[in-house]
């Protein structure tokens, strides 16, 4: 992993963004939600669901996820990751 300047986004930040979008899109409790959480499995998300949580995640990330990436996602954990990996590219790119 490459050295993060100091504008990128620290992996609480974007933990706590990804679980605020789940709550919100899904009407639960943030406080029900962690990194092990599994969308479809625990919180029964639908595929609409997915496809909104992932566009909500794009705009406040200001990145643009592929659907191939997106497809592989499964729990809380692994969208953190993969907004965490965006971020890291998107500042190598400036």
């Keep these: 992993m ?7 986004v620290d992996i609480t930040t974007i ?3 990804v679980k605020r979008i789940i709550s919100e899109e899904l009407g ?5 939600i962690s990194p092990e959480t599994d ?4 919180l029964d998300a639908h595929q ?10 794009e ?8 659907d191939e990436n997106w497809k592989k996602m499964k729990c809380v ?14 500042q190598i790119e400036m």
């Excluded at 969308?39 to 625990?42: L, S």
């Design 39 to 42: 969308i479809i499995g625990d």
């Design 77 to 90: 954990r692994d969208i953190v990751h993969l907004v965490d990996v965006y971020l890291e590219i998107k």
């Design 28 to 32: 639960i409790e943030i406080q029900a």
């Design 48 to 57: 609409t669901d997915l496809d909104t949580i992932k566009t909500a995640t």
């Design 15 to 17: 933990d706590t963004a």
């Design 2 to 8: 490459g050295v993060r300047s100091e504008h990128a």
């Design 59 to 66: 705009y406040k990330f200001h990145i643009s996820i592929s």
